[in-house]
């Protein structure tokens, strides 16, 4: 029998930034077990280049990844996703799509690193950062036994690691 592969959304206000790196980890490290998406509720239209820049020092390809909305995957086309997790506050709060196939949903919340103000080495640090929170919370959700877990339990176990 063949392991599922989970459907990830990864949802933030303009998907320039955290939801974009949040994509590219996923699908770097989950090894084709997950595949990750990302969306935002009011899309910029363009990925923040030092997004690109960090997942290139990370060893994870640059390409790819654009700037677009949630719509997307809330059409009746669209992958159906077993876990949506907001990364930025704002989204966390506004009224999200209602998804197909009732996924689970978590808030990964962490600060927005597009809107640091500094010298690029500095900003460069700030996108690592969040890169590495984002890297850590990815690893935890994955080592979870999600094909033995209910679906209770790993709900409580992805809310907790938002919360870490």
């Not at 997790?85 to 966390?92: E, H, I, L, Q």
Request: aromatic content about 8%; proline content about 6%; hydrophobic content about 45%.
């Amino acid at each position: 029998m063949n392991p599922k592969t989970w459907q990830v959304l990864f949802v933030c206000t303009g998907n320039s930034a955290r939801s974009i790196l949040a994509e590219g980890l996923m699908n770097h490290l989950g090894g084709g077990r997950f595949v990750a998406h990302s969306a935002g509720s009011s899309p910029r239209g363009t990925v923040h280049p030092q997004a690109l820049a960090t997942l290139r020092a990370l060893g994870i390809a640059d390409t790819g990844y654009r700037s677009k909305s949630w719509g997307e995957f809330a059409s009746a086309d669209a992958p159906r996703l077993d876990f949506v997790f907001t990364v930025c506050d704002s989204a966390a709060g506004e009224a999200c799509p209602v998804w197909p196939g009732q996924p689970m949903t978590a808030h990964w919340g962490m600060p927005d690193p597009a809107q640091f103000q500094g010298s690029e080495e500095e900003t460069a640090r700030v996108f690592m950062d969040a890169a590495v929170t984002l890297k850590r919370r990815i690893e935890l959700m994955m080592a979870l036994p999600l094909e033995s877990l209910q679906r209770l339990a790993i709900q409580q176990d992805i809310d907790a690691i938002g919360k870490a």
